[in-house]
């Protein structure tokens, strides 16, 4: 997650301005311990009439605290200026689009449809085009988080009630880790978005996989009801039978989309690898694993019934 591990153009830049930044810091601080030791060498100068004082004091003032900072500011802005400019979404590019909600204390991450066909929905894994620029949409569902891949560039806070993009391009296909760049709460160090870029073909092929995709799969009916009553008033599955569902007032959107998650890599935006038998685990141990997080406690289900919820859950793959 280094930024000076530069992976696209946008870190690119401000690799640079970093550089910059640094250089200019030292030419300072070389300056003024320069000044430093000058003082204790000097001998004692003979004393100054008011008038001299005050030249002295004023040369001071508009050179050190005004021609100084103008010029390292101007300086910096040269390298700043197109590097932010390289970020900004200019309209007539028709870049790739994927909008990212942060929620406490996890990643949505939607793929909008053309006209007729279906947003697809992921969490906490961001797939995205290499070698091409796309366009974040950015937003939050409740506090100021934001959104940062370092090794390709940013941060951009995601606020409440406003939606922003950034636009970042990754060199060549790769993983980049990521993690929410705003204090948001308890749990946010475990925030953590796992980025893959593909080569273009691959990641068509990704998301055709899931807008294909429809029913909830062969799970065992326990399972399936068991979800239809206790999960599915936060969580969406893909094609899960209405029926089902006991009590839909959240609408299955306070918790992240369960439709694919059988193909991710980790569970509770990075707090356990995928494997078999995580979720069940997940669902037994998450207040422990992730404390305060949103999703309350199941003492209530079985054992037996959330491992079979766990089960069916991870044969959800596309
Ligand atoms: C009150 C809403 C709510 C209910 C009910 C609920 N969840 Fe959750 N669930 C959440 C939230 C919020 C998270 C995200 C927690 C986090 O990572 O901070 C979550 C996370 C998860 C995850 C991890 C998802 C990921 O992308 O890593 C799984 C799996 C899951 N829930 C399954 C279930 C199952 C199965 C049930 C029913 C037994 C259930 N949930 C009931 C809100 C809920
Ligand atoms: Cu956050």
Redesign the pocket.
Known sequence: MSTLDVAGEAARSQFWIWWAMLAVAVVVALGVFALWFYTFRRRQPPPRTPHEERRIMLRWVLGGGIALPVASILVLLVFAAPSGRGMLPLPDDDAERIEVVG????WEVRYPGEEGERDVVT???LVMPAGEPVDFRITSADVIHAFWIPRLGGKRDMVPGRHSTIRLTADSPGVFGAQCGEYCGA?HT??LLHVEALERDDYDAWLEERRASTGPGDGDDGALE??GE??????TVGGFPEELVVDDL?HGV???D?SD?GS?P????G??PMEEGA?AY??EH?QTL?PG????P?DH?DTE??QA??AW?ETLQP
Request: proline share 4%; net charge positive; with cysteine.
């Open positions: 929620h406490q204390w996890w969490a906490n894994r749990q475990h925030m068991a979800f206790h999960c599915a008033s936060c969580h959240e306070r918790g992240p369960l998650i991710r980790t569970l509770g935006a707090v356990l979720i997940w669902l998450h992730k997080n949103r999703m309350p199941h289900i019934t959330l919820i766990g859950l």
